[in-house]
Nanobody, 123 residues
């Protein structure tokens, strides 16, 4: 069973930056980040394909967040810049067990999930 462990969350002022990391204990393919704010549903943030490294972003974070990965370390990163109070949420790392995934923006496409890391942006 693959385990995902997130780190890097915390409290930051608006306009600041944070870098999240997610290390996988076993073999995974494409990886992504989702987030869930209080009282809201979990939503897609960003994803990166294992093959080719294509990246995908939610419109709300495009131009501010950057997803990257180190395949040798089986680790994915989320660099979050120009943070806003509305970015406050629990951020979840997710990974697929299949090499080919359709859109990478739906939760059902992912097989493994981390426990989440809290990101709080103060105004």
């Amino acid at each position: 069973q693959v385990q995902l462990v997130e780190s890097g969350g915390g409290l930051v002022q608006a306009g600041g930056s944070l870098r999240l990391s997610c290390a996988a204990s076993g073999r995974t393919f494409s990886m992504g980040w989702f987030r869930q704010a209080p009282g809201k549903e979990r939503e897609f943030v960003a994803a990166i394909r294992w093959s080719g490294g294509s990246t995908y972003y939610a419109d709300s974070v495009k131009g501010r967040f950057i997803i990257s990965r180190d395949n040798a370390k089986n680790t994915v990163y989320l660099q979050m810049n120009s943070l806003k109070p509305e970015d406050t949420a629990v951020y979840y790392c997710a990974a697929t067990s299949l090499e080919t995934v359709a859109t990478m923006t739906y939760q059902y496409e992912y097989d493994y999930w981390g426990q989440g890391t809290q990101v709080t942006v103060s105004s």
